[in-house]
Structure formats: structure tokens, C-alpha cells
């Protein structure tokens, strides 16, 4: 190998090599930067320190002051008593014994994080009883808080203060005045944390934006479930939040706020409670049930300027004594689509769907539209000022007789109808709103069928369509009857011999071929040498194999014909704009992102998975300053370009 003297090259190579020697003295040093600042250093056992002049608490502050940034400092003890640590810098405190902290009387935390030289630092794993609060997390950044069990009965179990990106998850806490508190806070995630027996709210955000609240549980809290005051841009999803002594979500001042696919249930006074100057609050997908006063109550103190924009939509809320009491403005109020059902109580203000209060303010930019309304046990829909002009659109109310519907005379609605047609074996059932359009917007619901007091069979009606095909041996020679039966009407369908001549026809020949199919939501379709499915509403026969062609007379409007073609025959039914009512749907905030420890969001059940199994040099790796990770990019870059510029110089030295 040849040895290449700095003196034997021209300028150019000396530049080049003298760039070289740089970019790996920078290479180097960095090296050395991140492997001093991964130190672990092992908090021993309580035993291992004399604490005869100098403290317990004391001497393991002593560690943390002197642990460079980026160091992980491991409790290896099983308990650890009277403690109040500041953590000023960027740390890793970890467990992996489940280690049992205490506080002192000092007042103070247990973990104080504080200070923006303290961000990024993580706190994993420690089971932490205290009088004050377990971890407070304050003026900081970036912070972890995860996998510990709390107990604060003076105090708050974790508290995060005027900080940013903290992400608390996985926790348990139990028994504490306050749960998990987040005040004068921004983009922050609070997630997957069982949170157990506050003394007074589960959850509380005040004065803070862009915090998600996401996969949780809170429950037997002896104030509210979750309170929002005073803040923006905060999602609830996915939380089960239940048995609080007040309510389920309580918002007060609030501005767009989501709640999306929670449940809501079994709390003592509302399920979610809007006061005064809630604006832009979506309410969507949440199961809201047994509730003991209201389902969701908007309570404004009857101004229209109090609550706005408020839209709840695709709930299902039951067993309460009111589903949505309206108590407040109504500017911009979106009532559809959500399932009402089953409210309990005889007295006036019980046992109703969809009550109008005494502070009810008619605005012509409300809209009550396309709700299942249905088996309430006083009425439907009430208003309990007589006074007040009530006016709502289409909803189905178990029938489409006015006779048979409880709504309240103070109250207009328009009522969605039905119709029930047949063709080749096949019985659709079709409920239609404004214009003659399908109802399309209608939330999922059941009804019966029953051929000649038969058996009956439950039909799911989803987007306004039902459809069912009995099996031959269900119909008789002569005289045959179809009864419909919804909640609170009853329709029957007299079929002459010569209709159910050709129905068994059809179905013995179609059935004949040993073709298996799925007539729309219900049983046998019918198909020749195959599989086919029913389309959901508008069904068919659907077979994959040859299909006889038939017409088929379409329910709806101006009694529209189409033809069935080879591979089945399907009704053609009025379309209508809509959005399945079925399911759960997640929706995203546009109007503001969530960043810092909350980006991670979209990724969080696989990295729920990987945490279960990290060192602390993962944690540590995971949480790496990213003006670090700048250095690296800046060296490669460097190299990139100098490996480019002298390139023919680089090849001339190798060749040398």
C-alpha cells in the first residue's frame, strides 16, 4: 500500500485532503457526542446509600445533576420512599421492576420535569404514591410519560403545564384528586391511559389547543368523566368514558372541539354537556347510553349567540332520559342521522327523543334531518315551550301515520314513508323523504318480516333499502300474506295464486342449479351455477352464472320500470347523495394539525406493539434531539459534495 504525503500532492489535492481530514474530525467528534451522552447509570437499591448526614432523596439527585444530556439513569431497587426530584435536563428515568416511588411532605412532585433544557426527556415504568402530585411536566417540551401506575390523594396523577408535545400514554392512574391534567398547553397527546376514581374530573384541559385525547378509559370519577374549558382544537376518539358522578364530557367556552367515536355511558347527570359559548363542536359516531338526565344536552341559556355550529351526527344514544335536550340558540344546529331510541320516564321531562326546552331559540339555519326517532317512552319529539315555533324536517318516527307517531302538536316534522314492492321472490321495502328520494341518510335500523304467520326475519334497513327472499317452502298454495311489521306499524301484502305461482317458479328453477346466493341484507338469492350478493338496499339475484331476465317494477317515483339483465336482475332506485350510516368513521381536523410527540399519531398502534419491548437505549435513540440528527445530514451532505468536486482527484490518488 502507498503511503500519500501531504507534500507529494498539488493544491487542489491538499484542499482535498485537508477537506477529508475535516469532515472526519466533525464525523468523530459527533461519534463521541452521542456516545457520552448515552450513558446508563443504575440507581441502586435504597439499602446501598447511607443516609445518616446526607438524604435519600438527596443522593439521587445528586446523579441526576451530575447525568450529561441523554443519559438514562435506571431505578434497579423495588422501593424507593420520600422523594421529590427535579429534572432539569434531557433524561431517561426508567424501571424495569415496576418500581414503587413515594413522595415526601416537602408538597412538591414526586418527578418534577421542568425547564426547556429538561425536553425530551422520558419517564417509564414506576409505580408512584403520593399525597402531591405523582409527575409534573412543566414549561417544557417533547416530554414522555408512560407506563406508570399513579396515585396522588392530594394532588394530580399527572400534570402537564405551559408545555408542548408531551405525550402521556399507558398509564394508570387511580385514585387522585385530578386525574391527568393539561393546562396552558399545545399539541399534546394524551392515550391509552386507564384513568380510575378521581375525586373530582378524570380528564381535565383548560386554556390550552391542539390536544388529543385519544383510546382511553375514565371512569368512576366523582366529578366529571372528561372537562374542557377554555380551549381549542381538541379531539376525543375512541375513549370509553363511563359511572361519573356528573358528566360524561363537560365543555364550557370551547372552540372547535371533536368528539368522535367514544363511549359515553352510565354517568350521573349528562352524557355531553355543551354550556355557555361552545362553538364549532362536532359530535359524531359516539354511543351515548344510559345516561341518567340527558344524552347531550345544549344548554346556552337560550342565546344564539351562546352555542353555534354545532353538529352531531351518526350517534347512537339510548336509554337516557332525553336523547338531545335543545336548550340554547340554534344558529347552525345539525341534528341527522343518529339512531334515538328508548329514552326512559313518564314525568314531562323524561321518556322524550328529542326535546325542545324553555330556553330554545328557533333559527332558520338548524336542520333536524333523517334521524331513527323510535321507541321513547313519552314522546318522540316534545316541546315544552308552547309558545315557540318548532320546525323540523324528515325523520323516521317507527311509522309514517301521524296518528301513530308521538310527536308533540307544538312540534312540525315531516315524516319519512314507506313502501314494500315485490319481484321474482324478492321483497323490497324502501322508505323514502324529501323530493321522493330514497332515504338514503337513514341511520341503520330493523324491521320485521313474516310470510303466513310464519317464522319471522329480522331485516337490517341500511340506506333506506331492506330486502328479503323467503325460501319455497315458506309460501302456500292459496292465500298468502306478507306483514311488515316496524316499531309502531304493521303493513301487510296479499299475494294472489297466479304472483305466487311465478315466485315458485323463479325460485325452483333458479334454485334448481345448485347456485348460492345473498339476496340484499336477508337469506336465499338466488343464482345459476354460482355465488352472487344481493347488492345492500337495492338487492338482486346477482348470480355469476345465467340469470333469467325479468322486469322489475322499482319502487319510487312515477313507477319506473328497468330491466333485469344476464347475471341478475337489480331494482334501480333513485339515488341520493349520501354517506353510509353503518360503522364507525374517524375524522380529521383540517383546521389545525396536531405536531410534536402528537404527529405520531397514525402510527401509534404499531408502535403501542414495539414499546412493550424497548431498551432504554431504544428510548433514548427513539427521543434523539433532532438538531442532532441535523450534524449527521450536514456531514454526509459535506462528503457528498466533495466526493463530487473531486472526484477525478479522488480516482487520480486511488490510481496512484
Known sequence: MRIVRLGDLNIKNK???????LIAVISVSFCNLQLASAATINVQPSSYYNTTHVSLNDQIQKLIDTAKNGDTLTFIGKYYGNLSLIINKSLNLITNINTTVTGDTSGQPVFLVTGSGSKWTNITGFNIKSDNDCISVKNTSNVTV?????????????????STGVTVKKNSVGSSQTGVSVKNSKNSTIKNNNVKNSANNGVEIENS????????????????GTSIANSQNIDLEGND???GQKNGVNLIDTDSVILNNNTISNNGVHGVYLDINDKNTQITYNIINNNLNHGIELDGLGSTTNITNTNITNNTISGNKIGINVNAGTDYLIIIQNSITKSKGYDEDSGIGINFGWGYQESTTMSVNYNVITENQRREVCASDYSKKTSIGYNWYGSDDPRQVRVCPYVSSKYVNWTTTESNGKFTTVFYGADGQIATLLPNFDINYQLNNGKKVRVTVKNGVATVTFPSSEYKLTGNLLTIQT????????????EVKEILKYLNQNNGNNGKGNGGN?????????????????????GNGNSNNGNTNTPGNNGQVSNGNSGGSTAQLPSTSSSSSS???????TSAQLDGAAA?????SQNQASDQSKTAQEILLDNVNPNLWSIVALVLLIAAIVVVYYRKEIELMYRK
Open 15 to 21: 484542499h482535498l485532503m485537508s477537506m477529508i481530514l
Open 241 to 243: 368514558i363511563e359511572h
Open 583 to 589: 360503522g364507525s368513521t374517524k375524522l380529521e381536523r
Open 487 to 498: 316499531t309502531s306499524q304493521k303493513k301487510q301484502m296479499s299475494l294472489t295464486d297466479e
Open 209 to 224: 389547543h391542539d390536544i388529543k385525547v385519544s383510546n382511553n378509559n375514565v371512569s368512576f370519577s366523582n366529578k366529571h
Open 522 to 542: 336477508s337469506s336465499n338469492g338466488n343464482g345459476d351455477n354460482g355465488k352472487g350478493n344481493g347488492g345492500s338496499g337495492t338487492g338482486g339475484n346477482n
Open 146 to 162: 408512560s407506563k406508570n401506575t399513579v396515585t396522588s390523594t392530594k394532588g394530580t396523577g399527572i400534570k402537564v403545564s405551559g
Open 600 to 604: 405520531a399519531q397514525s402510527t401509534s
